[in-house]
């Protein structure tokens, strides 16, 4: 049975976004994060777009994540590294912890090892190795040395000063490979690129700096009617009145409310749309509600579909979440519509 709910998701733009970024990423692979259940896309449906288009490597947080896409038979590197309780059973051999602290290098080397990936700490203070440790790690088969930048989408001193103790490490493993950029990071340029670029948010339609310009929208929410009413001028609409009608007027609810993900700071800033329409959100979003002006769509019934305004950098601004909360945060009660 269909839900009242859908994320309308955009196949081709999550494609041509990830053929964008990797000629951004010059010769360097250009590969996909898809944590978080592919930002909330759903990890399995972006793999096999994004492997069919020529990428061949994924970045997920934990083995549960890798698990989940391990069949579709492309590398999967588990960004948080490994615990004891992961060792446990077969681990695919398409899958490689990338190991963040020398607890983690002793635990897979105690384990017999293998593959892996390795995340070196260069001013973010976040997951990876000291820099000083990084000769210690001779043991190791390190398919790929990274770093991660902490402000990329950002004009600052950082970024170079990561960047330069990044590539001081070059030679000093076996690694076969250096990342270090992500998605603000590869709009840095040629030189932060180094072998393989990790691009997340930008593969789904966030935009981050200039040379993103080119990124499509990817996730447009839509809902639908559960009911049309009449409100009489002096009315008010929603929880504590924050809307009061300024005339008669033609109001339409919406399946979709914070428990979604569209969150209560769209209360009368949001807006929805049918056919180029726009119908501005109306009242306080409440947990499954929302309130939008339909005066301007008298055809518009109960059942009919509207979607939502939801370009990433545009809601943002209007928002003030970041990007990545507005996606990730749209919930299960979605059904998700590949087209």
Request: one cysteine or more.
């Amino acid at each position: 049975m269909s839900a009242p709910l859908r994320l309308r998701l955009n196949g081709d733009a999550l494609v041509a976004n990830w053929l964008l970024l990797a000629r951004l990423s010059g010769s360097a692979a250009c590969g996909a994060a898809v944590k978080a259940d592919g930002y909330g896309l759903g990890a399995r449906e972006v793999v096999t777009r994004l492997a069919a288009a020529g990428c061949r490597d994924f970045f997920v947080a934990n083995w549960a994540e890798a698990r989940a896409i391990a069949d579709v038979g492309v590398s999967v590197s588990v960004l948080h590294g490994v615990r004891a309780e992961d060792m446990a059973g077969a681990r695919p051999a398409n899958v490689r912890p990338v190991l963040g602290t020398m607890d983690q290098v002793r635990l897979w080397q105690g384990a017999g090892g293998g593959a892996c990936d390795v995340m070196v700490d260069t001013g973010m203070n976040r997951l990876g190795v000291a820099a000083e440790d990084v000769s210690a790690l001779g043991g190791l088969a390190i398919d790929t040395l990274m770093s991660h930048l902490a402000s990329a989408d950002e004009d600052v001193a950082l970024n170079r000063q990561q960047r330069d103790a990044f590539a001081a490490l070059a030679g000093t493993t076996n690694a076969r490979r250096m990342s270090l950029a992500n998605s603000a990071g590869i709009g840095l340029g040629a030189a932060y690129a180094f072998d393989l670029t990790r691009p997340g948010i930008a593969l789904y339609g966030g935009k981050q700096r200039a040379g993103h310009d080119g990124i499509a929208q990817v996730v447009t929410p839509e809902a639908q009617i559960v009911q049309r009413r009449r409100v009489s001028a002096g009315g008010i609409v929603g929880y504590n009145g924050t809307f009061t009608a300024p005339r008669d007027m033609e109001v339409a609810i919406l399946n979709i409310g914070y428990a979604d993900g569209y969150l209560r700071c769209f209360s009368g800033r949001g807006m929805a749309r049918v056919d180029g329409v726009a119908l501005p959100v109306i009242g306080r979003v409440s947990m499954d509600l929302t309130a939008i002006d339909v005066d301007s769509m008298p055809g518009l019934a109960e059942g009919d579909w509207v979607s939502l305004d939801y370009a990433l950098p545009e809601t943002s601004a209007l928002s003030g979440l970041s990007q990545y909360e507005l996606i990730t945060g749209l919930g299960a009660r979605f059904d998700r519509v590949w087209g």
